[in-house]
């Protein structure tokens, strides 16, 4: 996938036009990602290091922003996480989006607020 390598390992934030390990997945500019803070190159040297980084970053820190100002309004969590690199991701994320979203409760969209509509004190 060649828009995988302008992606965050860790959280799957394009970082375009960017590239955080270089061309070849071999040079780390060591930028640090607005998103999950990780500095590329050093936190993210390696699967386990990255699956440790998103754990934290999601289940502790409910996916605090290192540069809030960059946080898009609507942001949508879940498909930046489902969109990291394939060798990055692991089943445990589905888990983890799920922590999160019941931390943080995001506005009702959708079904979801037509089924609340529906079901007051839901
Ligand atoms: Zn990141």
Known sequence: MTEDKFKCRVCGLSQFPDLPWGEDGQQPS???CDCCGVEFGYGDDG?????RLRRHWIEVEYCH???PKDRPA???MPAQVRGIPARYKAPRDEESIRIYQEASEPPLSGLAALDAIEKPGR
Request: charged fraction near 15%.
């Open 65 to 67: 922003w290192s540069s």
């Open 30 to 32: 060591f930028n640090i």
């Open 74 to 76: 609507d942001w949508d």
């Open 47 to 51: 699967l386990q290091a990255c699956l």
